[in-house]
């Protein structure tokens, strides 16, 4: 049997299924994200209601976070540091309506969000935090 004849149909049948389980694993990966950016979400919710329990303690957030950053990198592994966890609590913060628009779930929005706090923490500029509703302003913008 002629190995070209063979070969068309099963190239074609190659190149579906490769397209087939590339679109499944973006849709996974997408879904993934998506799964992901709620999880970040909600644990950066979960920071800011226990800081404000909680706040009448001095340094109280201060050690929320480093506790919280122990544990949590002993049980899931990297990820979980206290400036991660710091980044969470912003991502609330910016976004604290988690349906609304889709637009508010811009990649370039949140990224900016976060790295401006991250320009801020790194020069170690007080100052520079600007408050959490002109940051709102600004991503809206």
Known sequence: MDK??????????????RQILEDA??????????????AYWNIGRL???EEQRGKAKAGYGEYLLEELSI??????GKGFTETNLRYMRLFYLSFEILNAERS????DKIHHALRDESVA????????HTSITSQKKSLTA
């Open 104 to 107: 508010q779930f811009l990649p």
């Open 25 to 38: 694993r973006k849709t996974a990966y997408s879904a993934v994200n998506v799964a992901m950016v709620q």
């Open 47 to 49: 920071i800011v209601e």
């Open 4 to 17: 070209n004849i063979i070969s068309k149909p099963i190239d074609t049948a190659y190149r579906n299924i």
């Open 71 to 76: 544990r949590l990198t002993r049980d899931f």
């Open 121 to 128: 923490t790194q020069k170690g500029d007080a100052v520079r």
